[in-house]
């Protein structure tokens, strides 16, 4: 039996999402400095540059907190409502960074179960976060897993209809 190791992940974009923030609320906790700022309204995009959805006013925060040791935890919800179909997804995002530089984040994007978006209920999203100098704008880049080549999606499906071997445990 040959070890094979995993495939490199392949991040391909999927959307671009500028989004106005209003004025940050700061606090000095056990845990750290919190924030928050509301994101008042903003576009989506897709990767070709047309914008497919809207940001929820009245919805959506920025929240994070800046530990002790300088490290930069964003948390961030957003709802988005998407231009074909007019139904709603919710959008989550926690990262690791720096305060005032580009972080690193993991997003979990839960879409209607009828919209036509609901494919990406199931898909691992990865992103950057950016912010104008003024604060004013969050420009979120986010990517998806590239889901292997034409042929592993081949071999995948045929995998898919065979019965499963069973194997008997022995003591």
């Known amino acids: ?40 309204g903003g576009d989506v995009k897709d990767a070709a540059g047309k914008t497919v ?9 920025s929240y994070g907190v800046v530990d002790a040791y300088g490290t930069y935890h964003p948390s961030v919800s957003m709802t988005i409502q998407w231009r074909s179909d007019h139904s709603f997804a919710y959008l989550n995002l926690n990262g690791v960074g720096v305060l005032g530089k580009p972080t690193t984040v993991y997003i979990h994007l839960e879409a209607d179960a009828g919209s036509s978006y609901s494919w990406l209920n199931s898909r691992f999203l990865i ?26 999606k081949e071999e995948k499906s045929e995998m898919t209809n065979q019965q499963p071997t069973l194997v008997p445990l022995t003591a």
Do not use: W
Not at 11 to 37: C, Q
Not at 53 to 61: H, K, L, M, Y
Not at 130 to 143: C, E, L, N, R, V
């Open 127 to 152: 992103g950057k976060v950016s912010h104008s100098p003024d604060g004013s704008t969050a420009f979120f880049d986010i990517f998806t897993l590239q889901e292997g080549l034409p042929h592993e």
């Open 53 to 61: 959805g809207q940001i929820v006013p009245n919805t959506s925060a």
């Open 1 to 40: 039996m040959s070890l094979q190791s995993a495939p490199i992940p392949i991040f391909e974009p999927l959307f671009a999402i500028s989004v106005s923030m209003g004025d940050k609320h700061a606090m000095h906790g056990s845990f750290g400095t919190r924030s928050n700022k509301p994101l008042l």
